[in-house]
């Protein structure tokens, strides 16, 4: 088990006794998968995240935080940004689905963000400078 896995096992251990959930990979799989739009995970998925064996890919650590009360950073990192990330506040108008799109895209590395950037581009009409 390696230091980051460790930690991250850690933070959601500590975040569902804050939220009075069991940690316990048959109720949090129960919990999760009613939430989750993917293929289900397995209690054995669960039990990885909760003994630090593996950390949920992106789109299920933004459930993962959702269901502890957590931004997906916050679970993930400990609150603390990676180097060169940058904390953007959104404004209160932004959906929660938009929220987790630009999250989404700002986990992109730069040559698919490029691809996302030309495309909203094409799409809005605006000319490339």
């Avoid at 679970?75 to 940058?86: P, T, Y």
């Amino acid at each position: 088990m390696d230091k980051e896995k460790a930690e991250f096992a850690a933070r959601l251990r500590a975040a569902l006794e804050a939220k009075g959930i069991e940690a316990s990979a048959a109720v949090i799989e129960k919990r999760f998968n009613s939430r989750y739009d993917g293929a289900a995970v397995t209690a054995q998925a669960v039990s990885g995240w909760l003994n630090g064996k593996s950390i949920p890919k992106q789109d299920k650590l933004r459930v993962l935080a959702a269901l502890v009360g957590l931004e997906p950073h916050e679970l993930q990192f400990g609150g603390r940004h990676r180097i060169g990330d940058v904390a953007a506040e959104w404004p209160q108008s932004l959906g929660t689905q938009d929220r987790l799109m630009m999250d989404a895209y700002f986990s992109l590395p730069v040559a698919q963000r490029k691809l996302v950037r030309e495309l909203i581009a094409v799409l809005a009409g605006i000319e490339k400078r």
